[in-house]
């Protein structure tokens, strides 16, 4: 005899399946399988005009009369073609008459996203409508069936959505709305979103009996690949559901852990259940959400009770005395399998100004892991506010609107982002141990958790806090999320091992032989998991509670709301981090190898990087998705691998961002006097320098904090090389004015760019020609004023056009737009090649056999750079024309290769 696994159906939440069949004969062989599973609920399609519901309906009455139906009516097959509204009415009212008269619900569809007919739902209610208020006193009539609409609550445009919402409460507005039908997805935050929206909408109308149906997939491998190759319109699918049933099966979990504790009905979408098999995956999938051990399914009947509502999800059978292999047991998270029992003693979990987020951030999976009792923090000390390299100009604007976003996000869950504004004292920085003491106090937190943040003053501020606290008895959890790899863990040859030391492939090699590839992102459903299990501390009444907004982050004085169009270009959220990879990944990455370079070419950048800074996107969600496209795009993953070598550097040389690796080029002479040095570097940084691509790169960045890296190259280049200012202002400037600004990558590309760095450019980048910027367009944008030049040489050039030319475009140099700073680019080029010479001259214990730089490591040895060639001098001073040793090694490297 077949083991009893039946689904009651007889309590607030039951369980409906879509039923997919051949023909009547198939229907009701399926109708009776379902009915001996304890399935009484169906849904049936309507993908053709032809369909015969009314046959349909009265095939599955005969073998079960009291199954419950809902018949869907699609708008779409059955339009009358060619006609209006008005035409189409009547039809469509006499097919509900005549076909699904029988039916329990009508469901009707039109299809998501934007409607291209005037014939939608909304139309079809409004008729139905009509008719209901034309035959309202004719109560002699059977019980017509009861009207249901469906809602998507997972668009990813926010515009999109907002359209789907007015949609709703339009069709809620017909009075003839019984029931919600949502549509399947898979941003978990979205689905909770729309259930609030649905029940707080039907509240706002006194829709007192509106119930809703949520669609689940049976994440089969075949679903799966379905969707990959050809994913069905409106159904927004996240790549971690697409990468294998294993992660599937745990966001499907979830959804039904959301549809119970909303008292929500299950509808298993077609093809649904067909099979025994089938009927078994569902089975293992209910296990998982109920969160019953094996042990205590085995033969016994379990209650799930609603946490919010206080009703009871009773009779939801799932005993049996024989059970087939649970899929759930490949199915476990690598969080569940950690096993590690979760304490009843408060935490206190601390965020940075690095790691706003909640997916794959490891300070947050740590603390909801070990704690059922968190209360998330945000301090805003007065170094994180008035430092040196602290998050002020133009980032302040990112982080503040990631705060709030993480704000919402963890309101979502029920928690509150407690924020303080920290002080110190008169012996100096506390670091905000005043107010995570008052905090521990008052909640009876155990253990506090934070990111690492690899700066030396976050290394700083985690060494005050951690032993302020040991010293008090409370647990420290100090995590890493912020890097592909924890520099403190990375030991480098000073020797050349492939490079020269703390270079790329050095660096890059020594992580992948050490450590192996980056540990992938942390599934989204299982942090949700965590997050829905953690509450917060009951003694949070007695804490003076504020918010992002009480922090005064952003300071915008004056009518110029200079914040605004960095707001605009760069939205701050998890959300949009994740939007804004999958648009790359989809339609940028093989853009980005072959056109990375373009400043005028939308698109041709991924433009991730302050997500990546603020910490809204993990670096490991964006490797893996790299990995993952199967486009193998080598650059893009190797910036990556750059952000990681920055802050190792960083660690070994912590004063990297003021003073010069290659410490012998302190003493190099920049351009003569203060005056004339203000002067430069003043017209460079408000894009008044004459030289038209330094303008608009330098103009887009005080605009927006944004340009491409190409574009930072070329005017990094040109305020060291041709107008001789020292490196460090530049870097001071672009941490002020960047929306990405991080110090650690900011100063080993400007060290770099200044010759003192490890890995000193091989290259200058021309001010005029401008290969950047082919087409001129981009110049044209940010530099109106020569928009209307005939040609994109004279646009980048303008003093090599004609006064007549000039006068035609509108074009007057010295007026409308600036001379040139300098005009003679290679004698000023010159003078900083000699003055590079000069210095070198004078550091000679800094200098090796071949005329490279020797810089000096924090245990006290040397070891060689890379330094270009034209700056190799001799033991003498005199300029080296070859490198023999260079040869030799590279004919030694081939011979090995062979």
């Avoid at 007015?166 to 399947?184: D, H, M, N, P, W």
Wanted: hydrophobic content about 35%; aromatic content about 10%; some cysteine.
């Amino acid at each position: 005899m077949k083991p009893s696994r039946t689904i009651s159906t007889t309590s607030s939440f039951s369980t409906r399946v879509e039923l997919f069949f051949k023909n009547p004969d198939d229907l009701k062989d399926r109708i009776r399988f379902l009915q001996s599973e304890g399935i009484s609920r169906f849904n049936i399609v309507n993908k053709d005009k032809k369909d015969t519901m009314n046959v349909w309906i009265d095939s599955i009455r005969e073998v079960y009369p009291e199954s419950n139906i809902c018949a869907h009516y699609s708008l779409k097959y059955n339009k009358v073609p060619r006609k209006g509204i008005a035409e189409q009415r009547d039809p469509f009212l006499k097919d509900l008459e005549e076909d699904y008269c029988n039916a329990d619900e009508i469901l009707l569809i039109s299809g998501s996203g934007k409607k291209t007919t005037q014939w939608n739902t909304i139309e079809a209610l409004k008729a139905v409508q009509d008719i209901k208020s034309t035959s309202a006193e004719s109560s002699s009539k059977k019980t017509k069936p009861k009207i249901s609409v469906a809602y998507n609550p997972y668009f990813p445009s926010s515009s999109d959505q907002e359209e789907e919402n007015r949609r709703l409460e339009e069709k809620f507005a017909t009075g003839c709305v019984s029931k919600i039908y949502l549509q399947f997805g898979t941003d978990l935050n979205s689905l909770k979103n729309g259930i609030e929206f649905c029940y707080s909408k039907a509240k706002e109308l006194n829709y007192d009996d509106i119930s809703i149906a949520g669609s689940l997939f049976l994440p089969t491998k075949q679903l799966i690949a379905q969707q990959k190759f050809r994913p069905w319109n409106g159904v927004f699918l996240s790549q971690e559901f697409l990468s294998g049933p294993e992660h599937a099966t745990a966001i499907v979990s979830e959804m039904i852990k959301i549809y119970m504790k909303n008292n929500i009905e299950l509808l298993w979408e077609a093809p649904g259940i067909r099979t025994e098999k089938d009927m078994g995956m569902v089975h293992d999938i209910m296990e998982r959400a109920v969160g019953s051990k094996d042990d205590e399914i085995t033969g016994n009947k379990e209650t799930v009770s609603s946490s919010t509502t206080g009703t009871s999800n009773s009779d939801i059978d799932i005993s049996a005395t024989k059970r087939p292999k649970l899929m759930i047991n490949n199915a476990r998270s690598s969080l569940e399998k950690k096993n590690i029992i979760r304490s009843d003693d408060p935490c206190l979990l601390i965020f940075g100004t690095h790691d706003v987020r909640l997916q794959d951030n490891k300070a947050v999976e740590e603390a909801t892991r070990r704690h059922k009792i968190v209360l998330p923090v945000f301090l805003w000390t007065k170094e994180d506010s008035d430092g040196m390299w602290s998050a002020k100009g133009a980032i302040a604007v990112c982080l503040q609107d990631a705060l709030y976003s993480l704000e919402t996000s963890l309101q979502s869950f029920d928690l509150h982002l407690e924020c303080r504004l920290c002080t110190n004292t008169d012996d100096g920085p506390e670091h905000g141990v005043t107010e995570i003491r008052d905090l521990i106090d008052k909640v009876g937190a155990k253990a506090v958790f934070w990111n690492k943040e690899f700066t030396p003053e976050g290394r700083k501020r985690g060494d005050f806090r951690k032993d302020f606290l040991i010293k008090r008895g409370v647990q420290v959890y100090e995590t890493q999320s912020s890097l592909l790899y924890d520099p403190d863990k990375i030991e480098l040859s000073s020797d050349f091992d492939g490079g020269h030391f703390a270079t790329l492939m050095p660096f890059l090699n020594n992580c992948r032989k050490n450590f192996g590839p980056p540990p992938r992102p942390t599934p989204r459903v299982d942090t949700f998991r965590l997050l829905e299990e953690t509450s917060l501390p009951t003694y949070t009444d007695s804490i003076s509670t504020s918010t992002v907004n009480d922090l005064n982050i952003v300071k915008v004085t004056g009518n110029h709301k200079w914040d605004e169009p960095i707001r605009k270009r760069f939205p701050m959220s998890e959300k949009a981090a994740n939007d804004a990879m999958e648009v790359f990944a989809r339609n940028g990455m093989k853009k980005y190898e072959m056109e990375r370079s373009r400043a005028d070419q939308d698109g041709a950048t991924s433009q991730l990087s302050p997500h990546l800074r603020i910490g809204t996107l993990s670096p490991n969600q964006l490797y893996w998705r790299i990995e993952d496209s199967g486009l193998s795009p080598k650059t893009l993953a190797r910036r990556l691998i750059w952000r990681d070598l920055a802050y190792y550097q960083l660690s070994v040389f912590p004063d990297m961002r003021t003073r010069c690796i290659r410490s012998h080029y302190e003493d190099m002479e920049w351009v003569d006097g203060p005056d004339e040095e203000e002067r430069r570097f003043h017209a460079w940084k408000t894009g008044m320098t004459g030289f038209p691509i330094v303008d608009a790169g330098m103009r887009e960045l005080y605009a927006t904090g944004w340009m491409t890296q190409s574009i930072r190259m070329v005017v990094a280049s040109f305020l060291v090389e041709y107008l001789r200012v020292n490196w460090t202002k530049g870097c001071e400037w672009f941490h002020y004015t960047l929306v990405d600004a991080d110090s650690a990558i900011n100063a080993m590309m400007w060290q770099n760019a200044g010759r003192s760095g490890i890995d000193q450019w091989n290259f200058i980048l021309s001010p005029t020609t401008a290969s950047q910027d082919s087409t001129g367009a981009y110049t044209q944008r940010w530099v109106p004023e020569l928009a209307d030049l005939p040609t994109s040489a004279l646009i980048h050039r303008p003093w090599e056009g004609s006064i007549d030319v000039l006068l035609q475009a509108k074009v007057v140099l010295g007026r409308t737009y600036p001379h040139r700073i300098v005009t003679d680019l290679k004698a000023e080029r010159q003078l900083s090649v000699d003055s590079t010479l000069s210095m070198r001259r004078k550091s000679q214990e800094y200098n090796d056999s071949r005329g490279y730089d020797l810089i000096q490591l924090p245990n006290g040895s040397k070891t060689i750079v890379f330094t270009k060639k034209e700056y190799r001098i001799n033991e003498n001073g005199g300029l080296l024309k070859n490198d023999p040793t260079s040869v030799r090694r590279k004919k030694t490297t081939r011979r090995k290769r062979k």
